[in-house]
């Protein structure tokens, strides 16, 4: 299962080259040369200490804490028991701490900019990143991206900072030597050293739209928003989860890629609240064995359109249902997740090559990149009445919101776009995105619906809600 947590290249490849010049030699003789006894100092002091030196201010802690209230024991209710044991509840205190722990690394100097991932400081209503100097600074969340597990903090007053840069990681390969960089089990900074082992994992149910780096350089809990490293000092992915079934690293971490972290910043800077990403319009299926044997195909690497929202930008470039799409700008995207991360890595105003295969032949079409549109008023709604949707935020779908949300595209009526903690909602199971079908057999087209249809007593609800496709229909108590 995976679980969420929180030298120079131009030195060692003349090692390797070294190792290489060997290989030219008589047989049996290569291994005895590789391990030849040191000449030079330089031959036993090989490093990665200057490139920590250089990139290690650049990683800090973040820390996340909020007040909990815990509920009063109905006892203390009986002045009678208040006689005994006071106001004090049993000596249980009303209020506790929690607190999180996790990495982060400043990407802006200037602006004082940190991203980390949403997880870390996710439902936290204080936040301080601490350096690896001892300074500690109080930060602020200017945007969280759940879709991406991203956020970005900006610190409030602090000067002399180091910023990493963010690689391009079009240009990472298997095999490239990487350095993950945090703070593991909250012990300090750690810096720990592997290779890329692999490159667009997918599925690993950390999010959606993305493309995992996967790594063998040891991640583990307190990890969670620090940096890979590549060998120029340069962030090539902010590390997430990890794959264990102890919870502590067993050598295969995943990292969200620095393409996909810089539109989140560039978002961030924009000052909106929410990250702008490029607009399909149409729903897509991974293409399985049997219809790519029938297609032709020697291998299932693909996405097969299912439906095209009309007049979005899939069906104006000329995108039809069961057209396979190959690949984007060139690069290939072998399933849905993979082709939502090159997708959605496009900058929003251009337009974007799409190959996809279409009775047999190859076609490219030009895709307009823009962003998913608000057809109609959000018209936000908090649900107080007593009913078993008490406690959520219900609003009208449209394109963006299904955006935001990770909703199909295409579908009508009332999502649920927030929920109150401990609410009579969240303890029945209702999840954000939840389509808020019919209540009592009437449809609800707008959330003006939903909160009058709730005004009115009743003895019992049936609620019908779409869920990843699925329509659920359940009756609760009024």
């Given at each position: 299962?995976?679980?969420?947590?929180a030298?120079t290249?131009?030195?060692?490849?003349?090692?390797?080259?070294?190792?290489?010049?060997?290989?030219s030699?008589?047989p049996?003789?290569?291994?005895a040369?590789a391990?030849?006894?040191?000449?030079t100092?330089?031959?036993?002091?090989?490093?990665?200490?200057?490139l920590?030196?250089?990139?290690?201010?650049?990683?800090?802690?973040?820390?996340?804490?909020?007040?909990?209230?815990?509920?009063?024991?109905?006892?203390?209710?009986?002045?009678?028991f208040?006689?005994?044991?006071?106001?004090?509840?049993?000596?249980?205190?009303r209020?506790?701490?929690?607190?999180?722990?996790?990495?982060?690394?400043?990407?802006d100097?200037?602006?004082?900019?940190?991203?980390?991932?949403?997880?870390?400081?996710?439902?936290?209503?204080?936040?301080?990143?601490?350096?690896?100097?001892?300074?500690?600074?109080e930060?602020?969340?200017?945007?969280?991206?759940?879709?991406?597990?991203?956020?970005?903090?900006?610190?409030?007053?602090?000067?002399?900072?180091?910023?990493m840069?963010?690689?391009?990681?079009?240009?990472?390969?298997?095999g490239?030597?990487?350095?993950?960089?945090?703070?593991?089990?909250g012990?300090?900074?750690?810096?720990?050293?592997?290779?890329?082992?692999?490159?667009?994992?997918?599925?690993?149910?950390?999010?959606?739209?993305?493309?995992?780096?996967?790594?063998?350089?040891?991640?583990?809990?307190?990890?969670?928003?620090?940096?890979?490293?590549?060998?120029?000092?340069?962030?090539v992915?902010?590390?997430?989860?990890?794959?264990?079934?102890?919870?502590?690293?067993?050598?295969?971490?995943?990292a969200?890629?620095?393409?996909?972290?810089?539109?989140?910043?560039?978002?961030?800077?924009?000052?909106?609240?929410?990250?702008?990403?490029p607009?399909?319009?149409?729903?897509?299926?991974?293409?399985?064995?049997?219809?790519?044997?029938?297609?032709?195909?020697?291998?299932?690497?693909g996405?097969?359109?299912?439906?095209?929202?009309?007049?979005g930008?899939?069906?104006?470039?000329?995108?039809?249902?069961s057209?396979v799409?190959?690949?984007?700008?060139?690069?290939?995207?072998?399933?849905?997740?993979?082709?939502?991360?090159?997708f959605a890595?496009?900058?929003?105003?251009?337009t974007?090559?799409?190959?996809?295969?279409?009775?047999g032949k190859k076609?490219?079409?030009?895709?307009?990149?823009?962003?998913?549109?608000?057809?109609?008023?959000?018209?936000?709604?908090?649900?107080?009445?007593?009913?078993?949707?008490?406690?959520?935020?219900v609003?009208?779908?449209?394109?963006?919101?299904?955006?935001?949300?990770?909703?199909?595209?295409?579908?009508?009526?009332v999502?649920?776009?927030?929920?109150?903690?401990?609410?009579t909602?969240?303890?029945?199971?209702?999840q954000?995105?939840?389509?808020?079908?019919?209540?009592?057999?009437?449809?609800?087209?707008?959330?003006?619906?939903?909160?009058?249809?709730?005004?009115e007593?009743?003895?019992?609800?049936e609620?019908?809600?779409?869920?990843?496709?699925?329509?659920i229909?359940?009756?609760?108590?009024?």
């Amino acid at each position: 299962m995976s679980h969420r947590f929180a030298g120079t290249r131009t030195v060692l490849a003349a090692g390797m080259l070294a190792c290489a010049l060997t290989a030219s030699a008589a047989p049996g003789t290569a291994f005895a040369q590789a391990r030849q006894v040191p000449e030079t100092r330089e031959q036993i002091t090989l490093s990665f200490a200057p490139l920590v030196k250089r990139t290690a201010a650049a990683v800090v802690n973040v820390y996340g804490a909020r007040v909990e209230r815990r509920p009063q024991n109905p006892f203390m209710d009986d002045p009678f028991f208040r006689r005994f044991f006071g106001d004090g509840g049993f000596g249980v205190p009303r209020e506790r701490v929690q607190r999180s722990l996790g990495s982060g690394v400043v990407v802006d100097a200037g602006a004082g900019l940190v991203v980390t991932n949403n997880h870390v400081i996710e439902n936290m209503s204080e936040v301080k990143v601490a350096f690896a100097d001892k300074r500690e600074v109080e930060a602020t969340i200017l945007l969280r991206d759940p879709r991406t597990d991203l956020a970005v903090l900006k610190l409030a007053d602090a000067k002399n900072l180091t910023a990493m840069e963010l690689a391009d990681t079009d240009e990472l390969q298997v095999g490239d030597i990487v350095l993950a960089m945090g703070n593991p089990f909250g012990v300090g900074q750690t810096v720990t050293q592997g290779i890329v082992s692999a490159l667009a994992r997918t599925q690993i149910g950390v999010g959606d739209a993305q493309s995992f780096i996967q790594t063998d350089a040891a991640i583990n809990p307190g990890n969670s928003g620090g940096a890979l490293v590549d060998m120029k000092g340069r962030v090539v992915g902010i590390n997430t989860a990890i794959y264990s079934r102890s919870g502590g690293s067993v050598g295969i971490g995943f990292a969200i890629p620095a393409a996909m972290v810089r539109l989140v910043v560039e978002s961030a800077k924009a000052g909106v609240k929410t990250v702008r990403r490029p607009w399909l319009g149409a729903r897509l299926q991974a293409l399985t064995a049997d219809v790519a044997d029938g297609l032709g195909l020697d291998r299932p690497a693909g996405s097969v359109v299912a439906s095209i929202v009309e007049k979005g930008p899939a069906d104006q470039a000329g995108l039809r249902r069961s057209d396979v799409i190959l690949s984007v700008d060139g690069v290939a995207a072998d399933d849905p997740e993979s082709f939502g991360y090159r997708f959605a890595t496009r900058p929003i105003g251009g337009t974007t090559t799409m190959t996809v295969l279409r009775g047999g032949k190859k076609v490219d079409l030009q895709i307009k990149l823009v962003a998913a549109p608000e057809t109609r008023p959000r018209d936000t709604v908090k649900l107080t009445s007593r009913s078993p949707l008490a406690g959520l935020t219900v609003a009208n779908l449209s394109p963006a919101l299904a955006e935001e949300l990770s909703v199909e595209t295409g579908n009508e009526g009332v999502v649920v776009a927030e929920i109150e903690e401990g609410s009579t909602a969240a303890n029945i199971g209702f999840q954000k995105g939840d389509l808020i079908m019919a209540l009592n057999g009437e449809r609800m087209a707008n959330s003006r619906d939903v909160e009058t249809a709730l005004r009115e007593r009743k003895r019992a609800w049936e609620v019908t809600i779409s869920r990843k496709g699925q329509t659920i229909t359940s009756v609760f108590p009024g």
